[in-house]
């Protein structure tokens, strides 16, 4: 039975992603994910890729569901981050709000004036994570909101990058007030129906506590959903014939939101990817590979801390997703970070393809 509803999964992929007639070597970048799941890394995992809506490869590893939710981390910033565009383009929100336009509490408050573009670009000022301890015991985003609101910026807003996912909360918020509905539901409907995108949902990563959204790391998905998303943003919105999103929308998600603000040695584009350029992120998304002359992003991304890794290239016209958690932490004693160590999957395929040409 568990034979053939593995078969079946690998069937309703071919089904939605035509086989490409062209054959790859595959054997690389299988052997990578399946050293990091006989090190113990991970109990498991699945891999797809898709190029130019053909499924290229899909395998999974270490006896892993079909349909198994995971809890994707950072991962989801992509995601959550999709579901505020979404509110910008059917309402009258917009990137250059300032908080205090719609979150009344935080007016007066140095927090109040940044606007939404810096919440969801890791430029605002706003501390990255709670202080010790925490807990975030709340049922709702609007608590969760002002356990932010007495916290000291930790930098003046715009003038430098550090990463985080706090701040993704105050915008999760302004989108609640501007439509009158909670996240969860605005995930709901305006990004996992039209997708199609049956087994996703947002939760507080202290499973334990409350239930309000956690937007910078508390994505649960499949496989199957997230390539969904991916084909939306690698169709500039359009999703089988649906505009989710508007195609300008998705430009502005993928252009450097950093701007003048200082980005420290270290951060994940350099570390992960040996590149040195400073537009290293958007709106939820890294920009991992740019442009030299244009300066746009043509690879973008979004890795987890616990190994799952999205990405698109669209000189490749290839998307895909790494889907897994990792065992234990991040870092391991051999120097291998489920975090830094997921950009290879994509290096791997970009090789794949260019040694098939």
Request: glycine letters at 10%; one cysteine or more; a negative charge.
């Amino acid at each position: 039975m568990k034979r053939l509803s593995l078969y079946l999964f690998i069937l309703s992929l071919f089904f939605c992603y035509p086989c490409s007639a062209q054959k790859y070597d595959f054997h690389p970048l299988d052997s990578i994910v399946s050293s990091w799941m006989s090190k113990g890394y991970y109990p498991g995992g699945a891999i797809a890729v898709v190029k130019n809506d053909s499924l290229l490869f899909s395998k999974n590893y270490g006896g892993f569901a079909e349909d198994k939710q995971i809890y994707v981390a950072s991962a989801g910033k992509w995601v959550a981050a999709a579901v505020i565009a979404a509110v910008v383009d059917q309402t009258s929100l917009s990137w250059d709000d300032p908080v205090e336009k719609w979150i009344p509490e935080f007016r007066g408050n140095v927090k109040g004036a940044i606007p939404l573009r810096r919440l969801l670009s890791h430029t605002s000022g706003i501390c990255p994570y709670l202080p010790d301890p925490k807990i975030d015991n709340y049922n709702h985003l609007d608590s969760s909101v002002m356990q932010i609101l007495p916290l000291d910026t930790i930098f003046t807003p715009g003038s430098r990058f550090e990463y985080g996912g706090l701040a993704m909360q105050v915008a999760g918020r302004m989108a609640e007030m501007v439509t009158g509905t909670e996240f969860e539901e605005l995930f709901q409907e305006l990004i996992c129906k039209p997708l199609g995108m049956t087994n996703s949902h947002f939760t507080p990563v202290n499973r334990d506590g409350g239930h309000a959204p956690m937007l910078g790391g508390g994505l649960c998905t499949t496989l199957h959903d997230y390539l969904c998303f991916l084909k939306m943003i690698y169709h500039n919105g359009n999703f089988e014939g649906k505009q989710i999103l508007h195609p300008q929308t998705v430009c502005e998600m993928q252009a450097d939101q950093v701007g003048t603000a200082r980005v420290f040695p270290g951060e994940y584009v350099e570390r992960s990817l040996g590149l040195h350029h400073t537009g290293i992120y958007g709106l939820g998304e890294w920009r991992e590979i740019v442009d030299e002359k244009s300066g746009e992003a043509y690879q973008v991304s979004s890795p987890g801390w616990a190994g799952a890794y999205p990405w698109i290239n669209k000189p490749d016209g290839v998307y895909g997703f790494f889907i897994a958690h990792v065992q234990g932490d991040a870092n391991k004693a051999d120097v291998f970070s489920s975090f830094y160590g997921s950009s290879l999957i994509s290096r791997t395929v970009t090789e794949i393809l260019n040694n098939h040409q």
